[in-house]
């Protein structure tokens, strides 16, 4: 834990994270922005859970975020700090830092009581968190879709329904509003931008991505944002040789129930490349990582250099 965050009294703690209410999704959403702020970004947790449960999940948490050396010696671990008591009483927002916090996170508080009841809880930690904190952005978490427009007229910068991907979205609005938005577009179910794996057609292996960025624009009005190269496909067969057809058909039913792929190892791994330089040559594992433009290509166009 860094010392020196701690040693400063709560209201001169700056740019750190405020994390208000509980529930078992908060250690996804912590692992979020450490993942995305970087392990040097402290998180501060004020809800009204058992301190010693919260405490044991968050000092798992660190222990599994803490960067170690070869020998097991931790070289930087997050910084966590729970501060038990309501997110609605200012004395406690005080004790937390709530004024200088870089942004604040509002889940739908599950330990304060029922959850049909959390969005009026956030309403008034809204309330509370304003009073003390007018610049911070303040991201949170609704149960009822109607009531948005109820939270942000109560302060909160952006809003976002409760869902699988809750984590992703609502660290990333925290970090910069709107961006939320952005990636529901790139990422929601149903999307028509939504980020889609393409097959490369043959005829652009061994050449640049240059020529495959071009060709996707053109011909589907696909945006090449990145490259995926898929390990080699081995079966039991390349690796055990011929000659051994009831063993291998045996283990490949055997691997087939267990959902192991053992295989993984000889083949490689699989690589994402994310916006490649423009002279990557494209290869006959490679598929490409596109979002739609949304416009209509006229007429199907040729790949440059080939007689098809």
Do not use: C
Request: proline letters at 6%; glycine letters at 10%; aromatic letters at 6%.
């Amino acid at each position: 834990m860094d010392q020196r965050f701690l040693q400063r009294e709560p209201r001169a703690w700056t740019d750190h994270f405020l994390v208000l209410g509980w529930h078992r999704g908060v250690p996804a959403i912590a692992r979020a922005v450490i993942a995305t702020a970087g392990v040097s970004a402290p998180i501060v947790f004020v809800n009204i859970g058992d301190p010693e449960a919260i405490g044991k999940e968050l000092d798992a948490l660190k222990e599994a975020l803490s960067d170690k050396d070869q020998m097991g010696h931790v070289r930087s671990a997050p910084t966590f700090l729970h501060v038990p008591g309501s997110p609605a009483e200012k004395e406690v927002l005080q004790t937390a830092g709530a004024s200088g916090a870089k942004a604040i996170i509002i889940v739908a508080d599950e330990v304060a009581g029922p959850l049909a009841g959390a969005d009026d809880r956030t309403f008034r930690y809204i309330i509370a968190t304003r009073e003390l904190n007018k610049d911070g952005t303040i991201v949170a978490e609704v149960i009822k879709p109607d009531r948005g427009t109820y939270i942000k007229n109560a302060g909160a910068n952006e809003i976002e329904i409760r869902d699988t991907r809750q984590p992703f979205y609502i660290v990333a609005v925290s970090r910069a509003p709107g961006l939320g938005a952005a990636a529901r577009q790139l990422f929601g179910a149903g999307s028509p931008q939504a980020v889609r794996k393409e097959v490369v057609p043959s005829e652009l292996w061994s050449k640049p991505l240059r020529e495959a960025r071009a060709w996707f624009r053109s011909a589907r009005s696909e945006l090449v944002i990145g490259i995926i190269s898929d390990p080699e496909s081995l079966s039991v067969n390349d690796v055990m040789g011929t000659g051994t057809g009831w063993v291998s058909g045996f283990i490949e039913r055997m691997l087939a129930e267990s959902g192991q792929d053992v295989l993984a190892e000889a083949r490689g791994q699989r690589q994402v490349r994310i916006n490649p330089p423009d002279d990557y040559m494209i290869g006959p594992r490679d598929s490409a990582i596109v979002i739609p433009t949304g416009r209509k290509v006229a007429a199907k166009v040729a790949i440059r250099g080939s007689t098809g």
